[in-house]
């Protein structure tokens, strides 16, 4: 029986083992061309270890503002067990900023001041995100990317259902089952018929337009994988003043998924890229959005570059 109970022991042991040795194999290192693809960059910043000029992951690269102080953004080792990650809870039943229980967390941020998005006319922003193992997307749920608009406090309002035509937002969702899309508010041809360029947007496979809130475009073009690391680049290019020559294209792993040009993202020279909407939360409008369970995400790896300027 000692004998038996000892070999059962050692079989356990080797099984933990193995499951850690694939949890890191599926830890694949980032690369830096995953989080920012151009290689001839006018100016970056990142907080990808190695990298030349690296910068910490914590507020004073990011520099948060108008943070949502009831929900914390602590910076710990991730379940890969050595990466630096900035955390996010969701409680169970949580979903939007406006219920309870809250969950998630969000700010808006500049970065690093070396890097002024605000003189960008293609900007770059990546990171990557490490969902929980058998983490419950649920229907659904934010994931940061650029905003912008005519004014600094203005362009936080393309949010939560607020069209404008002074502000847009580019953020990502991910969907059931973690299928991946980009999530943007643009200003709409409904308010004015000079933007009726960026309902083309609607016309990309398996994009969802609707009146009420943001515009779903390309879902399900890539997935989320929950107990890894997933890496994503968006690059937002701003129109001329005036013109529909403005681009939104989305990088997952590397690989360009979703591209949509010929956008009109700001009515003239005001429109400018204003930094990071770094939010994440479940929803969705409705308690049918919420999280299952006690679970949390996080972020590493936050890069950001200019390509262009203005």
């Known amino acids: 029986m000692q004998l038996k109970l000892s070999v059962f022991a050692l079989f356990v042991s080797l099984a933990s083992v193995n499951a850690a040795a694939l949890s890191a194999r599926q830890s694949s290192s980032v690369s830096i061309s995953s989080l920012l693809p151009p290689s001839n960059l006018k100016s970056k910043w990142t907080t990808l270890p190695g990298q030349p000029n ?9 520099r948060p503002q108008k943070v949502l102080t009831a929900l914390p953004h602590p910076y710990v080792t991730a379940p890969d067990g ?7 809870h969701f409680p169970k039943g949580s979903y939007t900023f406006s219920h309870e229980p809250q969950g998630g967390l969000s700010f808006y941020a500049p970065g690093p001041s070396s890097v002024n998005l605000e003189t960008a006319k293609e900007a770059w922003f990546g990171y990557s995100v490490f969902f929980d193992e058998g983490f419950g997307f649920q229907k659904g749920g934010k994931l940061p990317g650029l905003y912008g608009g005519d004014t600094a406090d203005g ?25 991946g899309e980009l999530y943007v508010y643009l200003p709409p041809s409904s308010v004015d018929p000079k933007f009726a360029p960026n309902d083309k947007l ?12 943001g515009t779903s475009v390309a879902r399900g073009a890539f997935t989320f994988k929950a107990g890894q690391w997933n890496t994503i680049s968006q690059r937002v290019k701003l129109n001329d003043a005036g013109k529909a020559n403005g681009e939104l294209e ?3 792993e590397g690989k360009s998924v979703i591209s949509g040009k010929g956008l009109m993202i700001r009515g003239d020279g005001k429109g400018k890229i204003r930094g990071i909407q770094m939010q994440t939360f479940f929803g969705g409008s409705d308690e049918s959005w919420a999280s299952p369970k006690d679970q949390d995400l996080y972020f590493a790896h936050f890069s950001a570059g200019i390509s262009q300027t203005l």
């Open 54 to 62: 690296a910068l910490p992951l914590d507020d004073s690269t990011l």
């Open 82 to 88: 050595k990466t630096k990650a900035m955390k996010a």
């Open 250 to 252: 989305l990088f997952f």
């Open 202 to 213: 609607c016309d990309i496979p398996n994009s969802h337009c609707n009146d009420a809130f």
């Open 155 to 179: 362009s936080v309002s393309c949010s939560g259902g607020r069209k404008d035509t002074t502000c847009f937002s580019v953020r990502l969702m991910w969907r059931t089952g973690g299928a």
